[in-house]
């Protein structure tokens, strides 16, 4: 008796008899070998399987009579065909999508353009600050400049007056030394009636006071040495 095997495309079955054959639940695609045959063919091939294949209508079972009508399918919705209908309303879906993600883009889009603007604006702000700062700090060595020359000036103007004071009272305190050292030449010379003791009392006031006049005029030139050290540095 002829046995036959199956092949369901991961793993071989069988040998079946053709009886066998008919509990596998086989398709015309499914690969068929018996001993004797070349190679595997598909069931759909081979002739003697046809039967296996072959396709019995059920019985027509008789239409019942009913008093209620008989409701069909609809075929069309709207005047349109079902079948456009769906694809009329697929279309309007898909526009709807493209609609809503282009608002959403365009959304987007003008999102990052404002937060671009804001960005730019920021960095020019911070530009201008800056470059007002700048002008400001020129500015301000301007003025410490002019401040710094108006000092020096006004220092320079304040040494050179005091130095024109100490030369004028230098001149005139050695005026008045040397009036000083003719009246204590006068009064030692100085040959009226006198007591010794007023004599001496006069020459020591006269000595004195050439004693205070020599310490001024010392006084006056050490201020003028220490003026003209000044008025170097100020240059």
Known sequence: MKTYFINN?????????????????????TLVWYNGMDEWKYAGEMAELQFLFQVVPPPIKPVQESSSPIITEARSILGLKKSHFVLVVAFVAIMLFIVVLTIIQNNRRSIIEERNRQTELANEKVQVEQKADIEQR???EIQNKIAAENNKTFKKDSINNRLVEVKALLIEKKRELTAADVDLSATKKFKILRSEEAKSDQISAAQNAILVLKKEIDDLESELNRLYLQLETVH
């Open 9 to 29: 495309g991961n793993e071989n079955g069988g040998p079946f008899t053709i009886e066998e054959l008919k509990l596998q639940d086989i398709s015309r695609a």
């Open 138 to 140: 020129i500015q301000d």
